[in-house]
């Protein structure tokens, strides 16, 4: 069965930081995975996704994430944090023939300080 | 465009009223997704439409929990005799193909 494991609950970082969120998958196949943020009082929003090609993704808001088979993991980065990047961001992982349901992981709380 | 839109955006109902929860998809989207967010957890998945008929409903806890899409657009989630345990976000999706989910801003149902 799909799961996906993001392992910190809450990370706090200074504005201006780098930053990586950890994210990790079980799949047999090769997965669909996107990453997803959402701001309170807000819908999901997609920043990037991975369905195939070159391992590192660009997405939205100066993100990327890199996809790595051997590790099942699909980390997102971003070198420079704004304030404005406060929010819970969510893993996830859809079959690769067919996304008709997204699996999503537990989600990262970002908190970012001035 | 407008993107998806969910009503009501709050709703708080005694336990064992029947409640109903409305999901207008982007205009055009063939496939439209519901999902419950509970507090401090991921989105999980309830059910999947492609076009009027339901092409997966595993995600549904019980019986108590239905959808409908009569018309391959707007999709009603039904819930009877709720339990203070269906309180959470409701969130709806839709899609144009397969690759890439627009959310609406759910519906957060209090059940007391």
């Known amino acids: 069965a799909q799961s996906v494991t993001q392992p910190d609950i809450h990370i706090t970082v200074s504005e201006g930081a780098s930053l990586e969120l950890r994210c990790n998958y079980s799949?047999?196949?090769?997965?669909?995975l996107f990453w997803y943020v959402q701001s309170p009082g807000q819908g999901l929003q997609l920043l990037l996704k991975?369905?195939?090609?070159?391992?590192l993704v660009q997405g939205i808001k100066g993100f990327e994430a890199e996809f790595k088979r051997s590790q099942s993991s699909f980390n997102l980065r971003k070198p420079s944090v704004h304030w404005s990047d406060a929010a819970e961001y969510f893993c996830?992982?859809?079959?690769?023939?067919?996304?008709?349901?997204?699996?999503f992981g537990t989600g990262t709380r970002l908190q970012v300080f001035p | 465009g407008a993107g998806v839109s969910q009503t009501p955006s709050n709703k708080v109902t005694e336990k064992g009223k029947y409640v109903e929860l409305r999901c207008d998809p982007i205009?055009?989207?063939?496939?439209l997704y519901w999902y419950r967010q509970s507090l401090g957890q991921g989105p999980e998945f309830l059910i999947y439409?492609?076009?009027?008929?339901?092409?997966?409903d595993s995600g549904l806890p019980n019986d108590r929990f239905f959808a409908v899409r009569p018309e391959g657009s707007v999709s009603t989630l039904k819930i009877q005799r709720t339990e203070r345990g269906d309180s959470a976000v409701y969130l709806c999706?839709?899609?144009?193909?397969?690759?890439?989910?627009?959310f609406g801003p759910g519906t957060r149902l209090t059940v007391t």
């Open positions: 999706a839709s899609s144009l193909n397969a690759g890439e989910q627009y």
């Open positions: 799949y047999g196949a090769t997965p669909y």
């Open positions: 991975y369905f195939s090609g070159d391992t």
């Open positions: 996830a992982v859809g079959r690769s023939y067919n996304t008709d349901k997204l699996i």
């Open positions: 205009s055009g989207h063939t496939a």
């Open positions: 439409f492609q076009g009027t008929g339901a092409a997966d």
